[in-house]
Nanobody, 115 residues
Framework: QVLLVESGGGLVQAGGSLRLSCAVS????????LGWYRQAPGKQRDLVAR???????DYADSVKGRFTISRDNAKNRVYLQMTSLTPEDTAVYYC?????????WGQGTQVTVSS
């Protein structure tokens, strides 16, 4: 069973920073795609950032230059460093992984940015 567990969410003022962490059960080498999505109240779940082996990371236009996705293969973790946060970044953030065309999701972590 694949488990993804997010942490690091919370309440932050506009302009602040947070780092989200996703602990992945098993070796992250086994996953072809790792990433972060977010879902704001009343909205669909949207891609924030994703990373694949040997390819530069992808970012949503709204977070380019502010968010950075990274992976630590030794710790089997995926991170999302978020800076210059705005209230529009408020959402539940989900960790995502894909292996053999099967998608896996974490439970989500709430990020709230106050103005």
């Amino acid at each position: 069973q694949v488990l993804l567990v997010e942490s690091g969410g919370g309440l932050v003022q506009a302009g602040g920073s947070l780092r989200l962490s996703c602990a992945v059960s098993g070796s992250i080498f086994n996953f072809s795609l790792l990433g972060w999505y977010r879902q704001a109240p009343g909205k669909q779940r949207d891609l924030v950032a994703r990373i694949t082996r040997g390819v530069s990371p992808d970012y949503a236009d709204s977070v380019k230059g502010r968010f950075t996705i990274s992976r630590d293969n030794a710790k089997n973790r995926v991170y999302l460093q978020m800076t210059s946060l705005t209230p529009e970044d408020t959402a539940v953030y989900y960790c995502y992984a894909q292996r053999f065309s099967v998608d896996y999701w974490g439970q989500g972590t709430q990020v709230t940015v106050s103005s």
